[in-house]
């Protein structure tokens, strides 16, 4: 795939220093300087006033397809992470049906491939069905074209410890990413909502912290057995920050992703019983929000994933209990850490570079994303303006469903342009197809 040379005009990398120009051929950066000359048949792309940063890796996303292409397909989900300004995305296996072998895992792969505005790089199930019985054959899938690299049972827990240890045992053979939901079932039981004061007052059945802390702490414990790395999914509480920074201070390799939306939200948003706010882990309390911000600033917390989680109308309409959890998440996760990352001055524009693109991409040993903006380096590339001021409009949306907590909000921070192997893939606000 070859696209046209182009230069971007005055654009500020990591919104550090003065602005540059950068130019891109073959898929990759070839100069980076003050008044480059146009090169023959470029495309010129104005950068006034916006920063450069490197495309956003997204470890966490659901795309629906195989099984509810009602809800997003992997053209869809594309489109929205490329809005997003995204070059990666890892989507979920709790397809259906599940991505648990390499048939599957090929084919999302390839319809990704297809679609050609992001990769997407297939998670595979950790265990056949996600019944946490019998494991996967891991190695058949991480050889395949998809070149799985991250497992996953999300949407359920790996609960069964001698699973998880024969799991990581297995991963590390293959040099693979366990990913775990950290909820222990035995205290989930009908849970709907953080259990806490406002669950109690609402009438919800509550979700305990101890359901997540223990799982996280179990699997902290494998990993130092193993000698072998583990990923917490979505953390939700400030036990689990404390956790994550206990493994770490011990030398075992655990990692951590957070969400825009626990970063954001807390469960007083349950008061309208609007099951939009509905989601797992449940959205907690102010304290963990703030705990939770203030280890991503610190390095405790590794990255952000979106979760993005979309549902049908009809999956969200219904009672509080009877509802589905999950979110949308990929067009607004950049302007949400924007909001509560950037401005607050919890993290530099380099730093979210960091934690949006680089440490995904380090985590999931994705070596051709999270690159540093040089010259020979892959140009896939996010232009961000960071002064636009932007209501979120559901409607406007690529994804299929419009299960969005953020809808009616303003925020801070746009992305205008996303570029993958050197090729714009959107564009104020609209995809551009190959
Ligand atoms: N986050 C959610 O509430 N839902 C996710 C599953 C998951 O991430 O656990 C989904 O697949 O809908
Ligand atoms: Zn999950
Ligand atoms: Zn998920």
Not at 346 to 360: D, Y
Request: hydrophobic fraction near 45%.
């Amino acid at each position: 795939m070859t696209s046209n040379p182009i230069i971007i005009r005055g654009a500020r990398p990591y919104a550090e220093g003065e602005p540059v120009d950068i130019a891109i051929a073959g898929g990759i950066i070839t100069a980076i300087g003050p008044g480059l000359d146009l090169p023959e048949g470029a495309t010129e792309i104005d950068g006034s006033g916006k920063i450069l940063l490197p495309g956003l890796v997204d470890m966490h996303t659901h795309l629906r397809e195989p099984g509810r292409e009602d809800t997003e397909t992997i053209d869809t989900g594309s489109a929205a992470a490329a809005l997003g300004g995204y070059t990666a995305v890892f989507a979920m296996a709790n397809t259906d049906p599940v991505a648990d072998n390499v048939v599957i895992t090929d084919h999302v792969w390839q319809r990704g491939q297809d679609a050609g505005i992001v990769d997407v790089h297939p998670v595979g199930a950790v265990t056949v069905g996600l019944k946490g019985k019998q494991l996967t054959e891991m190695a058949a899938m991480a050889n395949g074209k998809g070149r799985v690299r991250m497992f996953s049972d999300d949407g359920v827990c790996v609960e069964d410890p001698l699973m998880m240890r024969r799991a990581l045992e297995y991963a590390r053979g293959l040099d693979v990413l366990i990913a775990q939901h950290a909820e222990e079932p035995r205290l989930t039981v009908g849970a709907v909502a953080h259990e806490g004061p406002t669950a109690a007052r609402l009438g919800l059945a509550g979700w305990p912290r101890a359901a997540e802390e223990a799982i996280v702490a179990r699997d902290a414990l494998l990993a130092r057995d193993a000698g072998y790395r583990v990923h917490i999914c979505h953390a939700s509480t400030a036990g689990t920050v404390e956790l994550v920074k206990w493994a770490k201070a011990q030398g075992i390799s655990l990692t951590a992703e957070v969400t825009p939306h626990h970063l954001l939200l807390d469960d007083s948003r349950l008061e309208t019983y609007d099951a939009v706010n509905k989601v797992n882990p449940p959205l907690r309390e102010r304290s963990d929000v703030e705990a939770l911000r203030a280890a991503l600033a610190a390095g405790i917390i590794d990255c952000v994933a979106t979760d993005h989680a979309p549902h049908a109308a009809q999956e969200k309409c219904c009672g509080f209990a009877h509802a589905r959890p999950g979110m949308l998440g990929l067009q607004t996760a950049l302007s949400i850490i924007a909001e509560v990352m950037v401005k607050p001055g919890l993290l530099t524009w380099r730093e979210v570079a960091r934690v949006m693109s680089e440490r995904p991409a380090e985590i999931v040993r994705l070596h051709d994303q999270g690159r540093p903006i040089e010259v020979g380096e892959p140009a896939n590339l996010v232009l961000v303006d960071p002064e636009a001021r932007w209501t979120v409009r559901s409607d406007e949306f690529a994804s299929l469903s419009r299960n969005n907590p953020f809808e009616g909000m303003e925020l801070a921070a746009r992305v205008t342009m996303t570029m993958l192997r050197g090729r714009v893939t959107a564009r104020d606000g609209e995809v551009i197809p190959r």
